[in-house]
């Protein structure tokens, strides 16, 4: 979630996310959310999810020239 919107303006935002390492980044995989950002929740999906393996990801917001990341978190779909 984007908890406020700073004095630099959010340029991009979206997921990040990886199974082959526990800390994603913008260098692995990332989703971007297209709409304007605003204060709140947002929420985008995955598609091509192996069944079994484990995927962790997080939030990330780009404001000016600083990447800001949420709490990693993970799931597996059995």
Do not use: H
Request: glycine content about 10%; hydrophobic content about 35%.
């Amino acid at each position: 979630s984007i908890n406020e919107i700073g004095v630099e303006p959010i340029t991009e935002y979206g997921f990040c996310w990886s199974y082959t390492t526990s800390q994603p980044n913008l260098n692995d995989n990332k989703i971007s959310i297209v709409i304007p950002p605003q204060v709140g929740n947002f929420q985008t999906g995955m598609t091509g999810i192996i069944q079994g393996v484990k995927y962790y990801f997080r939030a990330y917001a780009i404001e000016g020239t600083v990447v800001k990341y949420g709490q990693i978190l993970d799931f597996t779909i059995n």
